[in-house]
């Protein structure tokens, strides 16, 4: 069975800092490419970060460029989500995803997902 858990959201201000972890078990981790996404109270989903297999091409959407580093250990079966200078506007659900594409940023071309992290940034 196949378990991605997120981890380390919380309240933050806006100007810090969080580190998401997503543990993956149940699937040869270093064979997905994995993603975050997030979504905000009556939002769609939508795509943040992306890594291939082995690290070797990242993705992001425009609004996080700059500001977010997403990176794996595939010795540890976890991805994380490394993001920084943080503004209202990054509130929401963070979630993990694992897929096969690695140029994927459509939430219907992920196979496995998990429950998903609240970040929330404010004053």
């Known amino acids: 069975q196949v378990q991605l858990v997120e981890s380390g959201g919380g309240l933050v201000q806006p100007g810090g800092s969080l580190r998401l972890s997503c543990a993956a078990s149940?699937?040869?981790?270093?064979?997905?490419?994995m993603a975050w996404f997030r979504q905000a109270a009556g939002q769609e989903r939508e795509f943040v970060a992306s890594i291939t297999w082995t690290g070797g091409r990242t993705d992001y959407v425009d609004s996080v460029k700059g500001r977010s580093t997403i990176s794996r250990d595939n010795d540890r079966n976890t991805v994380y989500l490394q993001m920084i200078s943080l503004k209202p506007e990054d509130t929401g659900v963070y979630l993990c995803?694992?897929?096969?594409?690695?140029?994927?940023?459509?939430?219907?071309?992920?196979?496995?997902w998990g429950q998903g992290t609240q970040v929330t940034v404010s004053s």
């Open positions: 149940g699937l040869p981790f270093s064979s997905y490419v």
């Open positions: 995803a694992a897929g096969t594409n690695p140029v994927a940023r459509a939430s219907s071309q992920y196979d496995y």
